[in-house]
Each structure stands twice: as C-alpha cells, then as structure tokens.
C-alpha cells in the first residue's frame, strides 16, 4: 500500500498479556517513530529507528516495552505482562529523511489497545 | 522543559466564520514546528510546517500559520470554516537538522466542533 499500515487496528488484552504490534512503513522510508497517545492526548513519543537501528528509546515507558526493526522495513512494538495503564492507540509514522532533517511524519492510522 | 501549549482544549465556529488555534511553545533552541489535523478513525495528516524563511505559512486545506517568535507561538488560522474542518488539530514541535533523533513534542490538541 502507499502509506502506513499497521496492525491490529484494535486489540484487547487482559492484564498481565503480552501483545505485538506490528507497522509496515512506506517502503524506503528510513525512520520509523513510535508514539503513544492516550485518550485525550497528544501523541508522545516511544521511540525512533534509523533503518534497523533504535537510536533513540528515551520515551519507552518501562522495560516492559521493547521495540525492533530488524530488517530496517517492518517494526514491532511489544509490551509485557500488560497493565490497565498502557490502554492508548501505539501510533506508527514514518519519514525519507532522517535525525533532525525528517521533518514531515507519514501516520499510521493506530492501533488502539484496551487492557481490561 | 520542552513542551506544547494549546490553550484551546474545544472551540466552536460557525460555518463560514474565521478560526485562529493557539499554540505556544517552549524549547531551548530555534525548532521545527508542525500542524497536524487528526479526523476520526484517521492517522494524523500533515497541515504545514515552518523550518526558517518566511514566518507565514500556506499550508493544504485553506490553513496558514503564523510564527512568531517574540511570543514563542505558532497559532493556525483560516478565513472560512467548512463543515469537513471538524477534527481535532495538533500543534508539534521538533528539533532541527542538528539532533540525531526528529522526535516530535506534540500539544494536547485542540477538538474543532463546527456548526451548520
């Protein structure tokens, strides 16, 4: 497809669960963002890959977090033993560009996680 | 401390009628700065972006800003409101060609509500 898609778009999970999700990027794009957005907010950033490197995991809430790009394509975020605190939407975006210059940011649509 | 403001959590225009959002920043140098509009069920889209140059900004849909830096602000406005502006709207600040890293600082958003 032409833009980026990721998936599932909705997802519930008990608490204590494992979930994955996954974004497929605009091919070529360099960088890759996660962010979170709870309800009512604004997106926060995650983190940031520069192909399959993870240059920048400074907004990952907890070590239950962890987020690869292995290929420098495809990324997947996964969260451990969820809690009722990480329900939000993981949005994906990606750029051409990179660091400082990536400017503009293509967005997934979501995908929208409730831990019950 | 990096941040966001829009002051604006809801506003409400007529169709027809001129719209201004507010957005004030703050950030420790010059930044990148962002609008985004976020329909429902929808990725965010890019509405304009300022860099350097000229402080007024076009942007697509009819939207320009304005930055100001004396104020730190950066405020969205357009002329005429149509009924398919309804959406929320986010203000992003990013850092610039000398980080490694173009995260994004996003405001709280700001719903737009418009009546027939």
């Known amino acids: 497809g032409a833009g980026v898609s990721q998936s599932p778009r909705y997802k519930v999970a008990k608490r204590g669960q494992d979930v994955a999700l996954r974004c497929d990027p605009i091919s070529g794009h360099v960088s890759l963002f996660w962010y979170q957005q709870a309800l009512g907010q604004g997106p926060e950033f995650l983190t940031y890959f520069q192909n399959e490197a993870q240059l920048d995991k400074s907004g990952l809430p907890s070590d239950r977090f962890f987020a690869e790009r292995p290929e420098g394509s495809v990324s997947t975020l996964k969260i451990q033993r969820t809690q009722q605190e990480d329900s939000a939407v993981y949005l994906c975006?990606?750029?051409?560009?990179?660091?400082?210059?990536?400017?503009?940011?293509?967005f997934g649509e979501g995908s929208r996680l409730t831990v019950l | 401390a990096q941040s966001v403001t829009q002051p604006d959590i809801h506003i409400t225009v007529s169709e027809g009628a001129s719209l201004e959002l507010r957005c004030n920043y703050s950030?420790?140098?010059?930044?990148?700065l962002f609008w985004y509009v976020q329909s429902p069920g929808q990725g965010l889209q890019l509405l304009l972006k300022?860099?350097?140059?000229?402080?007024l900004v076009q942007g697509i849909k009819g939207f320009e800003a304005e930055f100001k830096r004396s104020q730190s602000s950066f405020n969205l406005r357009k002329p005429s409101v149509h009924w398919s502006d309804a959406a929320e709207y986010f203000c992003a600040v990013g850092p610039g060609p000398t980080s490694n890293t173009g995260k994004l600082i996003f405001g709280q958003g700001t719903t737009l509500q418009v009546k027939p």
């Open positions: 300022y860099f350097s140059g000229d402080t």
């Open positions: 975006a990606s750029s051409p560009r990179v660091g400082g210059n990536t400017g503009e940011l293509f």
């Open positions: 950030y420790g140098a010059t930044p990148y």
